[in-house]
């Protein structure tokens, strides 16, 4: 085809394209009207309207304009030809910025979709809703019904099913927004000034009623079930147990109820108000869309203002129950508050009894507990030990134990939070499942010794059945802490410690070095991917990760056998094995009253205290039942 034949065809179509567009002749089309479109107030159809109205607060104050809303609408309804009034929606009480919890509000989209409304009628925009993506959410879902629903607003005289409806309302619906988010600044610019002038924030708390001036009193009685809570807590009772108790008691709760639930009792124990103290801003509030509140974990400024009000318990009371609830582990086993002691005789003296669980002692409590057993007599026993021996030991070491490490060797492995311990420990103490573990941050070492089921510190380090020995990975996240820390051991590293059995008859304890651990890691090894075979060249290959545990051992053991004796007291572990005074092995720990927040005797008395309290209220009770 030439050029000008090309040319000509192109044209041809061009003519074709306008003649089909010039239409046909009018005369032929019939043209059908659309219904003309009334406008709201024009229309006297037939609909069934429901009404809408909210008001913000439970201030006894806005009830008369929640009344004054109900009201208006069944009349303004009644006035209006052809409206039939189906019913009225109404959330009392409920913040307008969102609509996950306005109950009516949902009901009433609810009867929409199940065709119950065909109109709903609203005072304004911010009283259907604050948010701007609800409020346009729910206009635009209402329209899209199969029988769609209009929203009237009468402050703004505006319709929703007008064409020109949503624009406006997109735009009104963020200025009610942004008049919310203005308000609650301003109500956060005013608690926080409240809060600076000490001006706080008083309700409804068991244990105090409130004077004619807004101030905390002690309710005497209520005040009794407070005591009895943090006592036995702080005794070893569990949440559920007190919250038994005091339902068996029928004791009340501040809002009357007489059946209680570990919830509520955990809530009193971390009110800090029970001390006479009072914590501002404890929650904040991230979004006033959403209203959720959140821990204030440092993230909004806090006031505090001590002795703002009488105390029902001690600040050392409640600050023990608090610290007692924060170790979770320690607190689920329900045992009673530990007290911080270390033996101040015997072949074990500076040792520290340790819970395994417990995380409320840090690794400066231990080292000074330990280190208190030697003030008084450090200096003298030195240098008696010195000017006694006649034997010179520079230049001997003292040969590391895995030199001599075999299998029926005892040993303790720490590593992740959890210890274990192999069989032959197990087996140098008979058939004893329990025993108590011991720090000395002095010496660096730990002790473990046989105990009765019934101490406070006992560890199961093993299962006796059919003659056998059964042993698992045991959880020690409180003993780990103190370790790593004072040992400054690194937190990926296993570390496996060989001990010595020491033994006098009916003593007898393990030793453990922790100076002299063998370390092991575990390195991930990358091998290089394989090169494609010339069969398949696009087989696809992947390196390889081998994991790899190794020993590691420092530096320092390099061209030694073991740790030099630069002084007597580097041969403690010979001293101990020869004791000549009384073992005593099995001595209590001492109170070290100093590094304790509640002494044992001060529980004891807390304790009698709470039983005293209990039996009062068993006699009131049987009284109570004879006058019935």
Known sequence: ??????????????????????????????????????????????????????????????????????????????????????????????????????????????????????MIVTKSISRFARNTVDAISAVRKLAQLKHPVGVLFETENLYTLDQTSEIILTVLSAVAQEESHIKSEIMNISIEHRFSKGIFLTPELLGYDKDEDGNLVINPDEAETVKVIYYL????????????????????????????????????????????????????????????????????TQYRRRDHH?????????????????????????????????VDDGVLKGYVPVDKDWTGFSAEDYQEASSSAYIEDFETEQTHIVEGTQLNLSGYEIVRAQFFSTLSNPAMTISDGKMRFNTACLRK????????????????????????KDNPNAIRWGRLKDSRWSISAISCRGLARILFKIMEWESETRYRFRGEYIGDGENEMLLFQLDEPEMIKTEEIVLPPQEPKQDSPEEDTEEIIIKKRMMVFPATWTNSFGRAITSITCVNMLVQEHYAGNWDILRPAKEVEDYSLVTADELKTLMQEAEIIMKGWENSYESGAEDE
């Not at 941050?441 to 009765?452: G, L």
Request: hydrophobic content about 30%; some cysteine; proline content about 3%.
């Open 1 to 118: 085809m030439t050029e000008n034949e090309k040319c000509l065809s192109a044209e041809k179509r061009k003519q074709k394209i306008r003649e089909r567009y010039r239409g046909v002749d009018k005369n032929e089309i019939e043209v059908i009207p659309a219904r003309a479109i009334m406008s709201l107030n024009e229309d006297t159809s037939h609909k069934r309207v429901a009404a809408y109205c909210r008001v913000s607060t439970d201030d006894p104050n806005q009830t008369s304009s929640f009344e004054l809303q109900k009201n208006h609408y069944e009349e303004y309804i009644k006035e209006h030809r052809g409206w039939e009034l189906v019913g009225i929606y109404a959330d009392e009480g409920i913040s307008g910025t969102s609509l996950a919890h306005r109950e009516e509000f949902n009901r009433m989209m609810n009867d929409c979709t199940s065709g119950k409304i065909d």
């Open 233 to 300: 807590y702080l005794n070893g009772f569990s949440l559920l147990e007190i919250a038994d108790l005091l339902t068996e008691y029928r004791r009340k709760t501040k809002q009357g109820n007489t059946s209680w639930n570990p919830g509520s009792i955990m809530k009193i124990i971390q009110n800090e108000r029970h001390c006479g103290d009072v914590l501002a801003r404890k929650t904040w509030t991230p979004s006033y869309l959403n209203h959720k509140s959140r821990k204030n974990n440092n993230d909004r």
């Open 429 to 452: 103490f008979g058939e004893q499942e329990y025993v108590e573990l011991l720090l000395n941050t002095v010496e660096r070492c730990i002790a473990i010794r046989p105990c009765s």
């Open 310 to 342: 009488e105390a029902i318990v001690s600040r050392e009371v409640f600050n023990a129950a608090n610290q007692l609830q924060a170790s979770r582990g320690y607190a689920a086993k329900n045992r009673p508050l530990p007290v911080l002691s270390v």
